[in-house]
């Protein structure tokens, strides 16, 4: 299994207060995605990460922000939760298609409530 | 605007025999194509893929078979083991240097014994 961690697994949180979502990962790889999961949806990409610092949005990036300071971090962050965003969230990583390989590998999941 | 549909939402079939999960897909640009497993409260697990320049792929008990003119894929699971039990989401990229995937719904598996 690819090194991947997700802090925290669990969340309840108020309406209107920030959250920041952690997804570290030991494997040097590149690429880094966080996803949504909601009933009727499959998984939505939000944002993803190619490179320290280089980040761009996925097809549900409204409300959320990201930060990629070093390799092995991906900080996903709700500036003010709304119950819409209630869910639970994935990271993946990815070594990328130039080291030929379209897989991404994903973490354990942070189910986010906000109540 | 879904680009990749499944529309089985669940599926059920007996141990020892064959499980076929479809995927349909609208954007003739996917040129790579993915099966992740994802069980209860668990991150989804990348099972076998396939490139648009092939029409099947096999990994032990499971086949995913493509269908470019149709836009359609299938996953072939024989033969079914309990354990199989789980949601199967089919996945597709455009390829590029995003590597960003699109995702169905999801199809729910029971495997009965």
């Known amino acids: 299994d690819a090194g991947i961690t997700q802090s925290p697994r669990h969340k309840v949180t108020e309406t209107g207060t920030p959250v920041t979502l952690r997804c570290h990962q030991t494997e040097n790889h590149r690429y880094m995605y966080w996803y949504r999961q909601d009933p009727g949806h499959g998984l939505r990409l939000i944002h993803y990460?190619?490179?320290?610092?280089?980040?761009d949005k996925g097809e549900v990036s409204d409300g959320y922000s990201v930060s990629r300071s070093k390799t092995e971090d991906f900080l996903l962050t709700l500036e003010s939760a709304t119950s819409s965003q209630t869910s639970v969230y994935f990271c993946a990583i990815s070594p990328g298609p130039g080291e030929g390989s379209y897989e991404q590998y994903f973490g354990p999941g942070t189910r986010l409530t906000v109540t | 605007d879904q680009q990749v549909k499944q529309n089985s939402p669940s599926l059920s079939v007996q141990e020892g025999r064959i499980s076929i999960l479809n995927c349909d897909y609208t954007n003739s640009m996917f040129d790579y194509f993915l099966w992740y497993k994802k069980y209860p409260a668990e991150g989804p697990t990348f099972l076998i893929s396939?490139?648009?320049?092939?029409d099947k792929n096999e990994d032990g008990r499971f086949t995913v078979f493509l269908n470019k003119s149709a836009k359609h894929l299938s996953l072939h699971i024989v033969p079914s083991q309990p354990g199989d039990s789980a949601v199967y989401f089919c996945?597709?990229?455009?390829?590029?240097?995003?590597?960003?995937?699109?995702f169905g719904t999801g199809t729910l598996l029971a495997v009965q014994p």
């Open positions: 990460s190619y490179g320290v610092k280089d980040t």
């Open positions: 396939i490139s648009s320049i092939k």
């Open positions: 996945a597709a990229s455009e390829g590029g240097a995003t590597n960003k995937l699109i």
